[in-house]
């Protein structure tokens, strides 16, 4: 049987490593390196890292911090994958087959699109084959609007036309090799997964689907895998704040006699 997998999510804003709540409030929390290198070591299986920014601007002009600055996403990209052990998944403003194979060349895995999507959901179909379904993840947004599941694009700013059930079938159709589903309502929450929202999703596609959106312990993790059929579960702000954090949750769900591989840790 596949094993469950557990994903931190990094979110990379201008130059900064950020905590998310409500898409719209940010937190500086540092270098968008040394995370990487730490969630490696400390046994996670797999990576997805997203760049928020607005505009061009990567260079946080803090020559005094101990790693260089650079001005290009597509070099943090490449700094990160020679941290690290654990695939990758890269998102933000991949609106062409030649961002997507930039980003490719430089050390990521596989590529999440969200905007590009929406506008043109041939652009799904486009990018699996050039580059095959497995590499190519889509990442939706989903907030409550009067009481029904909305799909938002732009970062959470722009109410789509799509419905939440016909734009699953639509990814799917084109060709995605998994879901990344994210609730707006619960970033930054703290008070769980949507579980009715996960259900939706995974009983409905035959992609496997990754939950995002509102971890603030280990039993969320747990909850979402033993009451859903999510293949993965991923979060963001909670590995920032102990020390072992992806090894230790591993272990929680682990003694838990969930699916998913034994926890271990490299050699730093």
């Known amino acids: 049987m596949k094993k469950k997998r557990l994903i931190p999510v990094l979110l990379l804003k201008n130059g900064y ?4 709540k409500d898409f719209k409030n940010y937190q ?4 968008p390196v040394q995370a990487v290198k730490r969630l490696s070591q400390w046994g996670s299986d797999e990576l997805i890292y997203l760049d928020i920014s607005k505009g061009d601007k990567y260079d946080i002009e803090r020559d005094d911090l101990n790693y260089k600055n650079t001005p290009d996403f597509l070099d943090i990209i490449k700094k990160v994958s020679k941290v690290t052990f654990m695939p990758i998944t890269v998102g933000g403003k991949i609106k ?5 194979e930039k980003r490719l060349s430089v050390g990521a895995d596989k590529i999440c699109v969200n905007t590009a999507a929406i506008e043109n959901p041939k652009f799904i ?5 050039e580059f095959g379904s497995q590499c190519v993840v889509i990442s939706v947004d989903v907030k409550i609007i009067d009481g029904k599941y ?9 109410l789509s036309d799509y419905e939440l059930e016909n734009y699953l079938d639509l990814i799917e159709s ?3 090799g998994e879901i990344l589903i994210n609730s707006i309502d619960r970033d930054g929450s703290g008070l769980g ?4 929202l996960l259900n939706i999703v995974s009983n409905k596609c035959k992609i496997p689907v990754i939950a995002l959106g509102g971890v603030s312990k280990w039993e969320h993790f747990y909850e979402a895998l033993s009451k859903t059929k999510v293949d993965a579960v991923s979060a963001a702000n909670i590995f920032h704040y102990m020390d072992q954090s992806v090894y230790l949750s591993k272990k929680f769900l682990y003694e838990k006699k969930l699916n998913i591989r034994k926890p271990d840790m490299l050699e730093i």
Do not use: E, F
């Not at 500086?28 to 270098?31: A, M």
């Open 125 to 129: 179909n486009i990018l699996a084959k």
């Open 150 to 158: 909305k799909i938002l694009s732009h970062g959470g700013t722009k």
């Open 28 to 31: 500086n929390l540092g270098n």
């Open 96 to 100: 062409s087959i030649s961002d997507a």
């Open 193 to 196: 997964y949507d579980i009715n």
């Open 17 to 20: 490593l950020v905590q998310s």
């Open 174 to 176: 084109n060709g995605a």
